[in-house]
């Protein structure tokens, strides 16, 4: 009997310790998304929340500037009315079709340049691709501005010349070189960083956090 009880334990026990396909459990996590799920939160970079404030800010604040610009003929044109009756002699005030075409696509400028910050302040890849288009136009436009405002100082200048009688006249100085380089850093500026930043250097938020991603864990 003791014998009989003994050979049956040792049967289960040698059942127990076989091999059975249906206890074995598969982990439905792979090697690769278990090394993924181990691995270091890294912070997100600063830069995209940095240029897409700025370039928001700078498209909101410029875009009523150049909307204001088509108030200003009617503007000007009280004052030339008021400067006549007190006999005092104007440069001409008109705003010229080349001028608007320019104000027209300053007003685009913006508006893109308001829409790239937000994607980029998003950290959406879309936002790189607009300021790339941003930059090369804002380069291009911007230039044209500089072109014109030069014609514009020098036919003031001219008219201030020809009319020294005039009080007006004594305001209307040719701007020095120096002054002219300094808007056209300040016109420059954002578009050429942003062509560099997004374009030659090729920086994306996206593709940032990916590469953090897959760097090696380190022993």
């Given at each position: ?9 040792s049967e289960q026990r040698d059942e127990s310790s076989a091999f ?67 006999g005092i002699d104007l440069p001409p005030l008109a705003m010229t ?77 040719e701007p020095s070189v120096f002054g002219r380089i300094i808007a ?36």
């Amino acid at each position: 009997m003791g014998e009989h009880a003994e050979n049956e334990t040792s049967e289960q026990r040698d059942e127990s310790s076989a091999f059975d396909p249906a206890r074995v459990y598969i982990s439905p996590i792979s090697a690769a998304e278990l090394a993924a799920a181990n691995r270091p939160v890294e912070t997100p970079a600063l830069w995209p929340t940095i240029i897409g404030l700025v370039s928001a800010v700078l498209g909101a604040l410029t875009l009523p500037m150049y909307l204001g610009f088509f108030a200003l003929p009617k503007l000007l044109g009280t004052w030339g009315d008021i400067a006549s009756e007190q006999g005092i002699d104007l440069p001409p005030l008109a705003m010229t079709l080349e001028a608007r075409a320019h104000a027209l696509l300053r007003i685009a400028l913006a508006i893109m340049l308001v829409v790239a910050g937000a994607l980029t302040l998003f950290r959406k890849r879309a936002g790189a691709i607009v300021h790339i288009v941003y930059g090369l136009f804002g380069i291009g436009i911007g230039v044209w501005g500089i072109v014109l405002n030069v014609r514009l100082g020098e036919a003031l200048a001219a008219w201030a010349s020809a009319h020294q009688a005039s009080v007006v006249s004594r305001f209307l100085d040719e701007p020095s070189v120096f002054g002219r380089i300094i808007a056209a850093a300040i016109t420059l500026a954002w578009p050429a960083l942003m062509l560099v930043w997004f374009g030659l250097l090729r920086k994306r938020p996206e593709r940032q956090r990916q590469e953090a991603a897959l760097k090696p864990i380190s022993a």
